[in-house]
C-alpha cells in the first residue's frame, strides 16, 4: 500500500492500460475531442490567437508540429501546443467539467503536437491517443475533488492553469511511456509551472491559461525525461499542490485493479454558444421570457420594458453590468440576458464589437438588477437562473432555468454536436475535410495511425491576417530534440 499520494498518481499515470478503458468512457473523450477540434479552429481567427501565434514564431526546434488551420506555421511542439491552446480558449468556447475546470484544452493539443513531432518509427494509434487523453483528464478531475472549493465557480485562481497544467503533464508523460518515477518527476515540476489569477478572466490574456497548461505540461514531462527532480511528495503537502487551496485534503487514489474513471461518474457540458458557462443559465431562462414578451418574428418592444432582474449566484467576475469589449461580453450576465431577450438568441457573432455598441442593447443593460438568492449557489452542477422582466404597464414575467440544453444533465445529442463542430471547423477547412475529420474522431478507437487525423488538422492556407509584427525581437532558439 502507498503512503504518498504523488506515488498513487504517478502509478495511475503510468499503469493505466488501454484495457482500463470503458465503452462510456470512450464515447464520451471521443465528444470532448470532437468538440475540442472544433473550436480550436473557430478560434484561430481571433485576435488573441494571432497574438500567440506572432509571438510564437520567434522559436524553433528540430522538432516541430503543425497549428491547426495553419499549414504554413510549424512550432516546436510545447509551442503548437500552446497557440492550439490559446485558440481553443480563445472564445470561452470550450467544454466545463466538475468540479470547475476546462478539461479538454490543456490535454489534446499536447497529444496532437507529440503525435505528429515525434520520430516516425514510432507509431501511435486512436486507443494510444484515448488512453493518454483520458490520463490527463483523470489527473484533474482527481486533484479538484481533494477540495470543497474547488467546487464552486472558482473566485481566487483559474482552474485549468493549475489542475490543467498537471493533466498536460501527466497525457505527455503517457504518451511518452515514462517510468513511473519520472511520472512522479513531472507532476512535481508540473506544480511550479501553474496558477493563473482570475483578475485576467474577461481579458486576451485568459486564453493563454489554457495554451500555458498545454505548454507548460508537455515542458514538465520533457524536463522529467531529462532527470530534472522536484519534490516527489508535491501532492501531499500544503506547501505544494495544496498552495492552490485553503481546505485541501489529498487522498492516496486506489490501485489499478479498482480504478473507475471519473469521466465514467461526470459527464462534460458542451456551450452551444462561446461565453461562461454560467450565463448559459441566463440565455436559456430570457429566451422563456422572451415568448411571452414577443409574437413570431416581431422585435422587442425595449422602450415597454421597464426592469429586468436577474436571479443568479454571486460570481463577481461575470457581473459587468456594461461590458467594452468581446472578452468582457463573454463573461457578462447582464450582456448575455439582453441580447437573449432582444434577439432570441446568443451566437458567434454576438460577441462582435457592433453588437455589443447597438443602442438597443446598451438601452436594456441599464434597466438590468442583479439578486443573489442565498440558496443559489455558484456551483455548475446546481445553480438556476430566474429572469423576470416588468414592463411599463406593470406586467411581470418570469422564467427559470435549472439545466440548460448542453449541459452534463441534458447532453447535447451526438447530430447536434457534430453541428456545432462542423459549424466551427468549416471556418477554416473544407468540406471534405471536415467530414473525414468528423468520421476519424466518431471511430477514433480502430484508428491504427493517428498521422491520419494530425495531417487533415492542418488545413489549407488562410488568408493573412495583418497585424503588428515582432519579427524583429531576437530571443534565442532552443532545441528540443
Known amino acids: 500500500m502507498l503512503k504518498s499520494v504523488t506515488e498513487s498518481f504517478a502509478r495511475v499515470i503510468h499503469g493505466l492500460t488501454v484495457g482500463h478503458l470503458t465503452d462510456n468512457v470512450i464515447q464520451r473523450s471521443k465528444r470532448m475531442i470532437l468538440d475540442t477540434l472544433g473550436v480550436g479552429f473557430l478560434g484561430t481567427s481571433t485576435e488573441v490567437f494571432h497574438k500567440a501565434s506572432e509571438y510564437s514564431k520567434i522559436y524553433s526546434s528540430n522538432m516541430s508540429s503543425s497549428v491547426w488551420g495553419r499549414p504554413d506555421l510549424r ?5 503548437a501546443a500552446f497557440v492550439n491552446g490559446v485558440a481553443i480558449h480563445s472564445m470561452d468556447f470550450d467544454d466545463t467539467w466538475h468540479p470547475a475546470t476546462h478539461p479538454s484544452g490543456a490535454v489534446l493539443p499536447v497529444l496532437m503536437a507529440l503525435a505528429e513531432a515525434l520520430p516516425s518509427s514510432r507509431t501511435f494509434s486512436g486507443l ?7 490520463v490527463g483528464i483523470e489527473v484533474q478531475g482527481q486533484l479538484l475533488h481533494f477540495s470543497k472549493e474547488a467546487s464552486d465557480i472558482p473566485k481566487r485562481f483559474h482552474p485549468p492553469s493549475v489542475v490543467g497544467t498537471l493533466g498536460s503533464a501527466a497525457a505527455t508523460s503517457k504518451f511518452l ?7 512522479q518527476e513531472a507532476l512535481a515540476i508540473a506544480v511550479s509551472h501553474a496558477g493563473a489569477p482570475m483578475a485576467n478572466a474577461a481579458t486576451q490574456t485568459k486564453p493563454l491559461h489554457i495554451g500555458n497548461a498545454a505548454r507548460h505540461g508537455m515542458e514538465s514531462a520533457f524536463l522529467a525525461m531529462l532527470g530534472l527532480q522536484g519534490n516527489k511528495q508535491v501532492l501531499d503537502m500544503q506547501t505544494g ?6 481546505n485541501y ?6 490501485n489499478l485493479d479498482s480504478h473507475t474513471w471519473l469521466l465514467d461518474q461526470q459527464d462534460v457540458a458542451f456551450k452551444r454558444f462561446p461565453a461562461h458557462l454560467a450565463t448559459h443559465w441566463v440565455a436559456d431562462a430570457a429566451a422563456s421570457v422572451r415568448k411571452h414578451l414577443v409574437t413570431d418574428r416581431a422585435l422587442l418592444p425595449t422602450d415597454r420594458v421597464e426592469r429586468i432582474v436577474l436571479r443568479i449566484p454571486d460570481v463577481q ?3 459587468r453590468p456594461f461590458p467594452d469589449s468581446e472578452h468582457e461580453a463573454r463573461h457578462s450576465f447582464q450582456y448575455v440576458a439582453c441580447t437573449t431577450l432582444l434577439d432570441g438568441g446568443i451566437t458567434v457573432p454576438s460577441f462582435h464589437k457592433c453588437q455589443i455598441d447597438r443602442p438597443q442593447v446598451r438601452e436594456l443593460l441599464g434597466k438590468v438588477e442583479l439578486e443573489h438568492p442565498q440558496d443559489n449557489l455558484p456551483s455548475f452542477n446546481t445553480l438556476y437562473c430566474e429572469v423576470s422582466v416588468t414592463l411599463s404597464d406593470g406586467a411581470t414575467f418570469t422564467e427559470c432555468s435549472d439545466t440548460f440544453y448542453g449541459h452534463w444533465r441534458k447532453p447535447l445529442s451526438q447530430e447536434d454536436l457534430r453541428e456545432k ?5 468549416s471556418s477554416m477547412l473544407s468540406y471534405d475535410t471536415v467530414e473525414r475529420l468528423l468520421k476519424i474522431v466518431e471511430n477514433l478507437e480502430d484508428l491504427e495511425d493517428c498521422s491520419v487525423l494530425t495531417t487533415l488538422l492542418k488545413g ?10 515582432i519579427q524583429d525581437l531576437t530571443i534565442p532558439s532552443y532545441n528540443l530534440s
Not at 128 to 134: G, I, K, S, T
Not at 241 to 246: Q, S
Not at 249 to 254: A, E, F, H, N, Y
Open 75 to 79: 512550432l516546436p511542439p510545447s509551442y
Open 128 to 134: 494510444d491517443l484515448l488512453l493518454a487523453f483520458n
Open 177 to 183: 511511456g515514462l517510468s513511473m518515477t519520472k511520472c
Open 241 to 246: 499542490f495544496g498552495a492552490f487551496y485553503a
Open 249 to 254: 485534503s489529498p487522498q492516496v487514489l486506489p
Open 317 to 319: 467576475y461575470v457581473n
Open 421 to 425: 463542430f462542423r459549424a466551427n471547423a
Open 460 to 469: 489549407p492556407s488562410p488568408p493573412e491576417m495583418v497585424s503588428k509584427s
